[in-house]
Structure formats: structure tokens, C-alpha cells
């Protein structure tokens, strides 16, 4: 390999060559783990009952799009709203057959705490 002449971009191809040895993600915060494992168990839910279809190797990667969506959120409310249209654009979920309203009482009995 030829070294770059311009010792910025040496730097950078050292950082980028570097980069795979970088230590993984920290953990995740307990409430998003808990937000997390709710939105696991609601997307399972949506599915069993038909109202979302996600084939089995999407589902993991669908549940990981959701909660960073859900981690976004200013409120409960917001979560809910950005969850389902999560949901709707999401290249993960092959169709979706129920109402914003079907889901988002769906998504409420897993999210609300008092439940």
C-alpha cells in the first residue's frame, strides 16, 4: 500500500483502519431496555394477531428501529405516534393491516405502566 503524502490523511486512514478495533456500544439505560423488551413483546403481539406482517428475520431488526424511535420521543403520546408511523414506513414490515387506532391501543397495553 502506498502511504498518502498528506499527513492529515494518513491520520485518518490510520483512525478508519483502527475503527473495527473501537470497543462496541455501551449499554443501553434500563429504561431502554425496557422500553425495548415492551415494544419486542407489542411488535410479537401486532404480528400473532394479524395486524402487522413482519417475516421471522426482520422482526429483531424492526424491534431495534422501533425503540430508537421510542428513545426519541419527548412523551409518551409522541412515542406512540412515532412508533406506529415507525411501523408503517418501516422496510422491515412486509404490510400492515390495522388502524393507526388498532395499533396504538395495542402498542398502549404494552407501554402503559399502569397496566
Not at 478495533?21 to 415494544?39: Q, V
Not at 409522541?78 to 422496510?91: F, N, T
Request: glycine share 6%; no cysteine; aromatic share 2%.
Amino acid at each position: 500500500m502506498v502511504k498518502p503524502r498528506d499527513p492529515d490523511l494518513a491520520a485518518l486512514l490510520e483512525a478508519v483502519g483502527h475503527a473495527a478495533d473501537a470497543p462496541e456500544e455501551p449499554e443501553h439505560s434500563p429504561f431502554a431496555k425496557r422500553l425495548g423488551a415492551a415494544l419486542a413483546e407489542a411488535v410479537e403481539a401486532l404480528r400473532a394477531d394479524g395486524v402487522i406482517e413482519v417475516e421471522d428475520g426482520h422482526l429483531e431488526l424492526l424491534v431495534a428501529e422501533v425503540t430508537e424511535v421510542g428513545l426519541d420521543s419527548r412523551s409518551p403520546k409522541q412515542l406512540i405516534k412515532k412508533v406506529i408511523r415507525s411501523l408503517i414506513a418501516s422496510d422491515h414490515v412486509e404490510e400492515v393491516y390495522g388502524t393507526d387506532d388498532e395499533i396504538s391501543a395495542q402498542l398502549r397495553r404494552f407501554l402503559d405502566p399502569a397496566s
